[in-house]
């Protein structure tokens, strides 16, 4: 970061930020890539790239563009978003293919469909890849544009040993993220076609996430994807590691075989998640409630086996402590 040669990115003079959007590009099949401050953004941007203000968006009732992102595609793009299926489970083609609508005037017309890779609030899990083929298949028939929100789509590649391109090749738009499991502090890129690419470059301006001189933190970004993708492999094993620690304390309900990647989301009694994460933070266990009964905690770089270890036991005492 200290030693980046930085440009005015708003007049495309980045040379960092340029080496960044060409390397995430390549790596992602794409013809070009476009760095944006957030992973809310970078979604953001590329449902108002492809969509006008009354389209409607088929989404995963799960998925981080329908729960987590504060209202934005309403407020922001002005789409519907429409939810499809429920929790637990990804949506099969078959309930996409039945929520797109048939084109009468009256209707609100279905453009795109999104799709989450990994599927942060089912607990990192991966979405399958012949899934993604047949929702793919559906929207291609139906004319629809296709999506991918990959903010830990670096996480599936490394755990399935699918390179990023083929998980990313039936979209049409993918956003990735720097700043999570990739230890990078700021930063997301989203990429696409080069007129897709052009279309985003204008929406990026008007939310406000053109930068000037921000190669010192897109260096940060090409130190994270040259460095840190493989050692995430580490970080699935810490995961499963505290799901397996985690089982066997009273009160509380974690699925080892859940925790697919670097999440685990684990159930307490009903309604004490809120207390249980204060009591957990006060132990230094950072974790995050994510529904009355249940806490998600992620395991990333700078967390250890043996930090995994003490996670374990002071949940273990507070758990004790608090029965
Ligand atoms: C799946 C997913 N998409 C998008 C985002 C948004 O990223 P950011 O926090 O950079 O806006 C997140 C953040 O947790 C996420 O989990």
């Not at 995430?24 to 809310?40: D, H, M, N, W």
């Not at 897109?218 to 810490?238: C, I, K, P, T």
């Amino acid at each position: 970061m200290r030693d980046a040669i930085v440009g005015d990115d708003v007049f495309g003079e980045d040379p960092t930020v340029l080496e960044l959007q060409e390397s995430v590009a390549e790596i992602l099949g794409k013809e070009a890539a476009l760095f944006v401050p957030t992973g809310t953004m970078g979604n953001q941007i590329a449902l108002r790239s492809h969509c006008g203000p009354g389209d409607e968006v088929l989404v995963d009732r799960s998925s981080h563009i329908f729960n987590y992102e504060s209202g934005a595609a309403g407020a922001l793009a002005g789409v519907q978003l429409h939810p499809i299926g429920g929790s637990g489970d990804f949506p099969t083609a078959a309930q996409f293919a039945s929520a797109i609508r048939h084109g009468y005037y009256w209707e609100t017309p279905t453009r795109l469909l999104c799709l989450e890779n990994t599927l942060n609030k089912e607990g990192g899990r991966i979405l399958p890849q012949n899934l993604v083929a047949d929702i793919a298949s559906v929207a291609a028939d139906r004319g629809l544009r296709l999506h991918l929100d990959g903010a830990r789509l670096w996480n599936a590649s490394v755990a399935t040993g699918q390179p990023p391109a083929t998980l990313a090749e039936p979209f049409d738009s993918v956003n990735v993220c720097l700043s999570k499991g990739l230890g990078a502090p700021i930063g997301s890129l989203i990429a696409g076609s080069r007129d897709f690419i052009q279309t985003a470059h204008r929406f990026r301006k008007m939310y406000g996430g053109g930068m000037r001189q921000v190669g010192v933190v897109a260096a940060a970004g090409l130190y994270a994807v040259r460095h840190n993708l493989e050692r995430l492999a580490e970080d699935h094993d810490n995961a499963r590691i505290l799901a397996e620690g985690l089982e066997p304390i009273k009160g509380i309900d974690a699925t080892p075989e859940r925790a697919e990647t670097n999440i685990v989301m684990f159930d307490v009694p009903q309604g004490r998640a809120l207390e249980l994460v204060d009591a957990f933070g006060a132990e230094g266990v950072r974790v995050v409630p994510f529904g009355p009964s249940t806490i998600r905690a992620t395991t990333h770089k700078d967390v250890s086996r043996d930090e995994i270890q003490r996670a374990v036991s002071s949940i273990q005492s507070v758990m004790t402590r608090l029965a």
